[in-house]
């Protein structure tokens, strides 16, 4: 059976850290109401010479390093964006032709939050497929060019950032033990729509629009929806939550990750958390997330781990891989 294998991972961070305490001069909020509602404390914020594509490209080296592999290696370039550099070409493209890359194919996938998951599960098709070998999959936002800063409801949670991993095809026996992708589900919801959106588009208003989210509602269905599809994958893997690792969700608000873990039966210890260090990155979340334990030496060969994320849409899905 081919597997889908992790080869390498990379991140990449704004050159600015915006912390709590410099929205108390924009909005009318402060450091311990933000970190009360959501445990963020901080987030980067992308400057002008900073893009989504900058950004991925510089994750993505990064992850080629690691596996110590070269861009003559991947075939497949898949992007999860909801902030791409342009409206066309897709900004995989724009990566692919920086990474000097005259072959293969590649394309943006828009899932909002959860994107990336979103991404990973789409590589595994096409790796499983015999379409490629290896893919490099990338989560890259510039979320704060869409925010509304005047907004104290939602300029606080949103942050910048890129991650990204390399995924291999790899013979395997076929049983849980293989290390690579094991198990998936993604389900999405358009009755949700206004409830996490952006209000622009160039079909409709030819501006690129601001995000607009009713919080609550968000809140409400947010751990219904992810033990949903976490669920769903330990019932095709035959595994639970005893036999994880690692849990590395979408890291939006730590209430909702932990009242999702809780309700899941995943001890807390096997939770990842970046929320406090990036905010919400959306589709660059669960990469920047799973960079960080994979760098401090938490997340280690063999390990079973499990992505969960959710987003506008909506959308929301989980992968469960032995790393």
Known sequence: MIRSVVRGIGTALPARVMKNTDFEGIVETSDEWITQRTGIRQRYIANESETTVSLGEAAARKALDN????????????????????????????????????????????AVCSGFVYAVVTAD????????????????ETFSRIVDWTDRTTSVLFGDGAGAIIL????????????????????????????LYVDGGPSTTGTVGKL?????????????????????????????????????????????????????????NKVVITVNLHGNTSAASVPLALGEAVGDGRIKKGDVVMLEAMGGGFTWGAVLLRW
């Not at 049983?175 to 999405?188: K, V």
């Not at 219904?224 to 890291?251: A, C, N, R, Y």
């Open 67 to 110: 596996a110590g592999l070269t861009p003559a290696d991947i075939d497949l370039i898949v992007l999860a964006t909801s902030t791409p550099n342009n409206t066309f070409p897709a900004s995989a493209v724009e990566i692919q032709q920086r990474l000097g890359m005259l072959h293969g194919f590649a394309f943006d996938m828009q």
């Open 212 to 268: 607009r989210m009713e919080g609550r509602e968000v809140f409400k269905h947010a751990v219904g929806m992810i033990t949903d599809v976490v669920e769903d994958v330990f019932v095709k893997s035959g595994l639970g939550p005893d036999d994880l690792d690692w849990f590395v969700p979408h890291q939006a608000n730590k209430r909702i990750i932990d009242a999702s873990a809780k309700k899941l039966g995943i001890d807390e």
């Open 125 to 140: 098709l096409y790796l499983r497929g015999g379409q490629a070998k290896r893919a490099l999959v990338i989560g890259a």
């Open 168 to 195: 291999e095809a790899a013979e395997g026996e076929g049983t849980r033990d293989d290390r690579g992708i094991i198990a998936s589900s993604l389900r999405s919801d358009g009755s949700h729509r206004e409830k």
